[in-house]
């Protein structure tokens, strides 16, 4: 997993399935201020296809995303 990309807010939801990873993304952005950015960590192979779609139609940038282990980690920064 990367670990040196910058990020200002970790959510882990492994072990969450759908809804909950896109819900704590949700929270997390909420939390954060514009150009911010969130990183999760999720095992849920669903969030892949949630965050596209949901960081598509807020108006956020999907940064990074990659998976090891059968964990993905996404890095989100907040648009607005």
């Known amino acids: 997993m990367v670990t040196m990309l910058e990020f200002d807010f970790e959510v882990d939801a492994r072990g969450l399935m759908c809804p909950l990873p896109l819900l704590r993304l949700k929270k997390a952005l909420q939390a954060v201020e514009q150009g ?3 990183r999760v960590l999720a095992t849920d192979p669903a969030a892949v296809l ?3 779609v949901f960081v598509e139609q807020a108006g956020h940038g999907l940064m ?4 090891e282990a059968g964990v993905l980690c996404f890095i989100i920064r907040k648009g607005g």
Do not use: K
């Open 50 to 52: 949630d965050f596209g």
């Open 36 to 38: 911010q950015s969130v």
């Open 64 to 67: 990074h995303r990659d998976e």
